[in-house]
């Protein structure tokens, strides 16, 4: 048993009882008198407790109480960044200083710079991103091996269940940032998770899965006996896999899975990829990257989101866009630097994505993972990615998998030991139905995605 830095609580969130504004301000001003043109700073604070679980006990504690300062100073258009987590003022001062000697040295850069003064964030609604879970260790464990018994319960003679973990994990967070124009922006927030890996066993043959639940909001995770469910359900199916014939076949990826599709989709329309041209999608904006019945939309106001946010990393307004319109993309993903790079505006995306939903306007209700393996009739199902197969520059892509033959509609039996491969651009673009079974992961949404087809290369 591990156990780090425990007690029976979560730390209390800036224990330390800064105001980090006041910190920011003095950071900056103190910037600006050793000759800074510009300045930028963010402080953050983050708690958290993570308990893990196994054979219903414990095996790890680990808690953490972190504090971060972040400062980039500008000499013209030449910067500098430094950090320390030493809130002490002479470590700041030396922080400070290691700021501008970098400013003074490095390089000209005509992309370097505060954001356009009239692009910050005015407005700062309430989005309920903080929400305490007030549970300790003792109460962590619990949860953790309830999943634990969920899993274990489906243990059989031929498909023995075993845990490889059970983990709890709580973690509370507040920030900071501010410039010298004036900017200043923050809020606390939180995410709170309960995963497990389990392993079926029958013979000589193992195979591992996972399932995890996690939100912003404890109340909205789901049960553990669900989530323990689940994966041994999942670990137990992945029995007697063997592999499929060589051919193109229609491919139905999991909604977890589909997931993936989204990510790389964002990866190649990214500003940092596009300004080095180390993308498929260069030079994109009003070309037909989907079928006209797919939309992606990003909105950094949902209630609660993973990726909800009125500002970004810079201060920047977020704004509700489609990213693509019936197909169409209409939107890069850009920061101050990566957009002055391209000669266009930010998008307000320092930092990330803020809440991307990928759906099409041919989804039904009904359209759940039954219905769509039903839609596909013969193909394969993909259920897990393995390997990073992926290239930037041509779209090319080749993952192992491991997933479900189905036939006449019906899962036949598990695969394994297969690869599939394309074009990311020909995978968007043969994109035949997206499904209604949504899962949120992060800032990603979407439900599984059924592709016209690929290559399959098996036995």
């Given at each position: 048993?591990k156990?780090?830095n425990?007690?029976?609580?979560?730390p209390k969130l800036?224990s330390?009882n800064?105001d980090?504004?006041?910190?920011?301000?003095?950071?900056?001003t103190?910037?600006r008198?050793?000759g800074?043109?510009?300045?930028?700073?963010?402080?953050?604070?983050?708690?958290?407790?993570s308990?893990?679980?196994?054979?219903n006990?414990?095996?790890t504690?680990e808690?953490s109480?972190?504090?971060?300062?972040d400062?980039t100073?500008?000499?013209g258009?030449?910067y500098?960044s430094?950090?320390t987590?030493?809130?002490?003022q002479?470590a700041i001062?030396?922080a400070?200083q290691a700021?501008?000697?970098l400013a003074?040295?490095t390089?000209f850069?005509s992309?370097a710079?505060?954001?356009?003064?009239?692009?910050l964030?005015?407005?700062?609604?309430?989005l309920?991103?903080?929400?305490?879970?007030p549970i300790d260790?003792?109460?962590?464990v619990?949860i953790?091996?309830?999943?634990e018994q969920?899993?274990?319960k489906?243990?059989?003679?031929?498909?023995?269940?075993t845990?490889?973990?059970s983990?709890?994990k709580?973690?509370?967070?507040?920030f900071?940032i501010?410039?010298?124009?004036?900017?200043?922006?923050?809020?606390?927030?939180?995410?709170h998770?309960?995963?497990?890996a389990t392993?079926?066993?029958y013979?000589n043959?193992m195979?591992q899965s996972y399932?995890y639940t996690?939100?912003r909001?404890?109340?909205?995770?789901?049960?553990?006996?669900?989530?323990?469910?689940?994966?041994?359900?999942?670990s137990?199916?992945r029995l007697?896999?063997?592999r499929i014939h060589?051919?193109k076949f229609?491919?139905?990826?999991?909604?977890p899975?589909?997931?993936?599709?989204l990510g790389h989709f964002?990866?190649a329309?990214?500003g940092?990829a596009?300004?080095r041209?180390a993308s498929?999608?260069v030079n994109?904006?009003?070309k037909?990257?989907?079928?006209?019945?797919?939309?992606?939309?990003?909105?950094?106001?949902i209630?609660?989101g993973?990726?909800s946010?009125s500002?970004d990393?810079?201060g920047?307004?977020?704004h509700?866009r489609?990213?693509?319109n019936?197909?169409?993309?209409e939107?890069y993903?850009?920061s101050?630097?990566t957009a002055r790079?391209?000669?266009l505006?930010?998008?307000?995306?320092?930092g990330?994505?803020?809440n991307l939903?990928?759906?099409s306007?041919?989804?039904?209700?009904?359209d759940?993972?039954?219905?769509m393996?039903?839609?596909?009739?013969?193909?394969l199902l993909?259920?897990?990615l393995?390997?990073?197969?992926?290239?930037?520059?041509?779209?090319?892509?080749?993952?192992?998998?491991?997933?479900f033959w189905v036939?006449?509609g019906?899962?036949?039996?598990a695969?394994?030991?297969?690869?599939?491969a394309?074009n990311l651009l020909?995978?968007f673009q043969k994109?035949?139905?997206?499904g209604?079974d949504?899962i949120c992961?992060?800032?990603?949404t979407?439900?599984?995605?059924?592709?016209e087809?690929?290559m399959?290369a098996g036995s």
């Amino acid at each position: 048993m591990k156990i780090t830095n425990s007690s029976h609580s979560i730390p209390k969130l800036n224990s330390n009882n800064i105001d980090f504004y006041e910190l920011i301000e003095s950071i900056i001003t103190r910037s600006r008198k050793i000759g800074a043109d510009e300045a930028f700073a963010s402080v953050a604070n983050n708690v958290g407790l993570s308990v893990s679980t196994r054979n219903n006990d414990i095996e790890t504690v680990e808690q953490s109480n972190d504090f971060s300062i972040d400062i980039t100073m500008y000499a013209g258009q030449c910067y500098g960044s430094a950090s320390t987590s030493d809130f002490s003022q002479s470590a700041i001062d030396e922080a400070i200083q290691a700021a501008w000697h970098l400013a003074r040295h490095t390089a000209f850069d005509s992309a370097a710079g505060l954001p356009d003064i009239n692009l910050l964030a005015t407005k700062f609604p309430d989005l309920h991103l903080h929400h305490v879970w007030p549970i300790d260790v003792e109460e962590a464990v619990k949860i953790a091996i309830r999943a634990e018994q969920s899993a274990l319960k489906l243990s059989n003679d031929l498909a023995k269940i075993t845990v490889d973990e059970s983990m709890v994990k709580t973690s509370e967070g507040y920030f900071v940032i501010g410039n010298s124009l004036k900017f200043f922006g923050g809020y606390s927030y939180s995410c709170h998770s309960l995963s497990i890996a389990t392993i079926s066993s029958y013979d000589n043959e193992m195979q591992q899965s996972y399932w995890y639940t996690s939100n912003r909001n404890p109340l909205l995770l789901d049960n553990p006996e669900n989530v323990g469910y689940i994966s041994a359900k999942r670990s137990q199916a992945r029995l007697k896999a063997r592999r499929i014939h060589t051919g193109k076949f229609p491919i139905l990826f999991e909604a977890p899975v589909a997931l993936s599709l989204l990510g790389h989709f964002t990866q190649a329309v990214n500003g940092g990829a596009l300004y080095r041209n180390a993308s498929f999608l260069v030079n994109s904006i009003g070309k037909q990257i989907f079928p006209n019945h797919i939309d992606i939309i990003e909105d950094p106001y949902i209630i609660g989101g993973m990726g909800s946010t009125s500002f970004d990393n810079e201060g920047v307004q977020t704004h509700f866009r489609k990213i693509v319109n019936k197909g169409i993309l209409e939107g890069y993903f850009l920061s101050t630097y990566t957009a002055r790079k391209l000669g266009l505006r930010t998008t307000g995306n320092s930092g990330g994505t803020h809440n991307l939903t990928l759906e099409s306007c041919k989804t039904q209700k009904s359209d759940n993972l039954e219905s769509m393996i039903r839609k596909m009739k013969k193909g394969l199902l993909v259920t897990e990615l393995i390997g990073q197969g992926v290239n930037y520059v041509t779209g090319d892509y080749s993952r192992g998998i491991f997933g479900f033959w189905v036939e006449n509609g019906e899962i036949q039996h598990a695969v394994q030991e297969v690869t599939i491969a394309g074009n990311l651009l020909d995978i968007f673009q043969k994109i035949v139905a997206v499904g209604s079974d949504t899962i949120c992961r992060g800032t990603k949404t979407t439900g599984s995605i059924l592709i016209e087809n690929m290559m399959i290369a098996g036995s």
